[in-house]
């Protein structure tokens, strides 16, 4: 038999069409009193003329419904929660569920179970911006930017995480942790990224340092030529793709979203795998995370990417290029070596000329005339540039990560006045001169 529910809203309602029915008020001014519509106020009469009271109440059903979430499945979800999925969001928990422990629920089922357990804790709303629109094909516009995060839990040192986004479908196609963000790490992602998909028209990033030149030039310092375009903005010239500085990181809006969820789903999911090293970490994103990834968060667009001609040659577009003047000799100088160029065909001797130095991401150089390579070699391990940053490097990795003290703070107190005492030498030699000065005027 079914359970009957009677409230204070349903004693009014009884109240109101029952004065209806008796002529005592028009059924119009009754579904204006009771904030209903004209029709189900006419359907309300002819309940209560039918089955009085009782044909206006919620009837609950005596027996459970079928769908719905049993003892032992919420048991099972809170013990899943506490052990291996206690750091989840929801979403992500809800995933797990399905893929591992083939637990099917809605979102908000889930949601309700956890704060009726008080596992989960319901946040305030945020306020919903407006969102630019999409580009209308992959390929006219890829968002980058990189993350500074502690990746591993048991590494206390925070690597960067360097990734590119495509406007138009969301798909991220390479992406890497980098112990620093520096100008090779950019350029690899890139380079990648190129490699895979291909030529795309334009890069939006941020304003750091290696994306857009941040020297001003003033009365005591000029800008050289080599600076005024940076590393990546003329290679990325050399291809015809257009650099796009942002103006603050709402801008990247898409891929800042999805470095927040790389920095909550990605961190839990190596986690789960028991990755222990970055050189693991890189292989997990490349080859478990991204095709999880991909299928589940992009979307269908025309392509607008364009194929790498042949004649451009990647290793000698995403380098370090630097201009040098050939001495008489036949040698230039490249950070701290001296580097011969042997005679060519197209000239014997490339002596006052220009030339181009090209310093590739594994030290090795090519020296390059009228776009042509006429000398190579590799730095040595000794050279000053490639020891100095080693040294730098194994200074970091002795670094010992000791919490920081708040430094202490000295309390200023007021200054006082200083009272010499009555019988201050001072104040003996004042008195004496004082008592001096009136024996004088008394005398005259």
């Known amino acids: 038999m079914n359970k009957i529910v009677v409230t ?47 044909g206006i109440l919620r009837k609950i059903p005596a027996s459970a419904p079928n769908r719905q979430t049993t003892k032992q499945v919420v048991d099972k979800i809170l013990k899943h929660r506490e ?65 500074q995060h502690l990746w591993l839990e048991h590494i206390p040192e925070k690597w960067w995480l360097v990734a590119m986004i495509d406007d138009a479908t969301n798909e991220i196609a390479y ?139 990647l290793d000698l577009i995403f380098c370090i290029k630097r201009q040098r003047t050939v001495n008489k000799d036949n040698t230039i100088s490249f950070n701290g070596q001296v580097i011969q160029i042997p005679p060519a065909d197209i000239r014997r001797s490339f002596a006052k000329t220009k030339v181009v130095v090209c310093l590739l991401e594994d030290n090795r150089v090519f020296v390059l005339y009228e776009n042509k390579i006429i000398a190579q070699t590799v730095l040595s391990e000794d050279n000053k540039a490639i020891v100095r940053e080693k040294k730098i490097e194994e200074l970091l990795n002795r670094r010992q990560y000791i919490p920081l003290k708040r430094p202490s703070v000295k309390r200023i107190l007021p200054k006082t006045v200083y009272i010499p005492p009555a019988n201050h030498p001072w104040r003996k030699a004042l008195a004496k001169g004082v008592k001096l000065k009136q024996m004088r005027q008394n005398k005259m």
């Open 8 to 54: 204070m809203d349903d004693i009014k309602r009884y109240k109101v069409i029952t004065e209806v029915i008796e002529k005592r008020l028009t059924l119009k001014d009754a579904s204006e009193l009771l904030f209903l519509s004209y029709r189900h106020a006419i359907r309300l009469k002819q309940k209560v003329k039918d089955s009085g009271l009782e």
């Open 83 to 147: 052990e291996l999925y206690y750091d989840f969001n929801i979403m992500h928990f809800k995933d797990k569920l399905e893929e591992v422990h083939n637990i099917h629920l809605s979102y908000e089922s889930l949601r309700q179970i956890l704060i009726k357990t008080g596992k989960h804790e319901p946040k305030k709303k945020k306020i919903i911006h407006r969102q630019r629109r999409r580009m209308p094909k992959a390929g006219m516009l890829v968002q980058m930017d990189s993350s």
């Open 175 to 313: 992406a890497g942790f980098f112990p620093k963000d520096t100008v090779f790490a950019n350029m690899h992602i890139i380079r990648r990224f190129i490699e895979i998909k291909g030529i795309f028209m334009s890069l939006y990033v941020d304003k750091a340092s290696h994306f857009t030149t941040t020297r001003i030039e003033g009365i005591h310092y000029s800008v050289s030529q080599e600076q005024e375009d940076t590393q990546i903005e003329r290679a990325l010239e050399e291809l015809g793709i257009t650099l796009i500085p942002a103006n603050s990181p709402q801008a990247k809006g898409r891929i800042e979203v999805t470095f927040r969820l790389f920095q909550d789903r990605l961190i839990k999911e190596m986690r789960l795998a028991g990755v222990k090293s970055y050189d693991e970490a890189n292989h997990f994103l490349i080859e478990k995370f991204l095709p999880w990834y991909n299928p589940r968060y992009t979307h269908e667009a025309e392509s607008a990417y364009m194929p790498v001609p042949k004649e451009k040659d």
